[in-house]
């Protein structure tokens, strides 16, 4: 097949699925405006995004979109079921302009299943919608990872809580916490102590405790006492 006559068949093959699409698009309109108050017929033209135009976007969605079989199965499913909702409308408003001109009869009990039909393919569109992005790869690569960050946390908590590790975190900890109570308390009474007027404290308790080899008072050597002036002697 040469490129001239590809390009025709190509052409012929849109303009009969648009052609078709079209008049289901038109029938489907007519039936739904048909259950509508008169002031909201413009929302008919919504509801093709149910039907006809739904299952163009869907196939739109399976070729370039989705990624993962799940997203792909969703996308193509929904494809195949918003034309099949097309051929349900199409039909129903084909027997109810039959009815109308006595042509065959439409029961009340027809008619409530064929708008039951419609909205349920309105919320089958939404449901796959949700369903599409809940399978998005990375949203159930991230879902896995804390699903698995909850587990290990379960495992810590339930590990801490045995008496064993928990008498092992209070001979850890215990040191830590005592030294930050004792430096919390030296610090208010040096705080206390400044309030009053009084000088620093210096080489208290606390500092020898602290800093035992800093802060201890040597005793002086023989040798340093021998040096050392008699306060008795007279000059």
């Known amino acids: 097949m040469n490129r001239k006559n590809r390009n025709i068949a190509e052409w ?7 052609g078709l699409l079209g008049y289901a698009a038109s ?28 299952a163009v976007i869907w196939l739109y969605v399976y ?32 027997v109810r302009v039959a009815s ?11 008619l409530e ?8 393919i309105i919320g089958l569109n939404i449901l796959a919608g949700y369903a599409f992005k809940l399978f998005d790869p ?26 064993a590790e928990k008498q092992r975190m209070a001979n850890e900890l215990a040191p830590i916490l005592e030294a930050a109570m004792f430096e ?3 610090q208010e009474i040096r705080t206390a102590a400044g309030q009053y007027g009084h000088a620093p404290i210096k080489n208290t308790i606390f500092d020898r405790r602290k800093y035992p080899a ?13 040096n050392q002036p008699n306060p008795f002697q007279p000059e």
């Open 63 to 94: 070729l370039t979109y989705a990624e993962g079989s799940k997203q792909r199965g969703i996308a193509f499913i929904m494809g195949i079921a918003d034309l099949i909702g097309e051929m349900i409308l199409v039909y129903a408003d084909t």
């Open 214 to 226: 800093e802060t201890a008072d040597p005793s002086p050597t023989p040798q340093e006492v021998g």
């Open 138 to 163: 990375n949203a159930e690569a991230t879902a896995h990872a804390r699903d698995m960050a909850d587990e290990v946390r379960d495992a810590a908590v339930k590990k801490m809580n045995t008496p």
């Open 27 to 54: 029938r489907t309109l007519d039936f739904v405006q048909n259950t509508l108050a008169a002031d909201k017929q413009i929302l008919g033209y919504l509801y093709l995004l149910a039907t006809g135009i739904g």
């Open 100 to 110: 109308e001109n006595g042509q065959m009869q439409m029961t009340a009990q027809e």
């Open 113 to 120: 299943i064929f708008i039951t039909a419609s909205v349920g």
């Open 12 to 18: 012929a093959f849109y303009a009969l699925i648009g």
């Open 184 to 186: 919390q308390v030296s």
